[in-house]
């Protein structure tokens, strides 16, 4: 279980409690609620399990084999498995961030949402940090077939919702993947602040135009 942290590891450790704890500081967690994950060539860091995003401690991260095996630091979160089947559906991703943030969780069980696509496209930031966002059917924590719905998501997706749970987001690296799950958040507040307002929502057109203006 030894595990020397190189210079640049220990830079990343500190920027996952850095950020975690920005999340966590700013409502988007509570609790032990949430974690945060960088893929690095030794292997996933990933926050502790019962661990407050809050106080993170870089040293005490947890280092995980992308099998699920343990290598070292604190033992990982029991969510851990969401993050590893992003990253093995996604290469291209480097970082995950998944939170029970109160306005996705919200979003989450509304029966009208689309489950291709849960969010209309509000904003132009929506669209170009998050653009499509399926729900996952609900599964109880642990199970692991939920390990195997992400993973079917995962394929067409980079953001998902995880129904009556909250959102698992990915991105090229850390600070993508924290915008991203903010943006979704935002979003999503917006979305129940608007409901039931007449609405004008970007259109088709609008959407084309930023896919072709800012490729992902
Ligand atoms: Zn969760």
Redesign the pocket.
Known sequence: MSHRIGPEEAKLREEICVLSASLFNRGYGCGA???VSVLTEAGMIVSPTGSSMGRLDPERLSLVAPDGTHLAGDRPSK?AF?HLAMYEERPEMRSVV???STHSVALSCLEEIDPEDVLPPITAYYVMRVGRCPLVPYFA?GDRALAEAVRGVARHAHAML?AN??PVVAGKGLDAAVAAAEELEETAKLYLMLRGEKTRFLTQAQVADLRLRFPS
């Open positions: 609620s949430g974690n969510e969401l998944h939170l029970h924590p995880l749970h909250g």
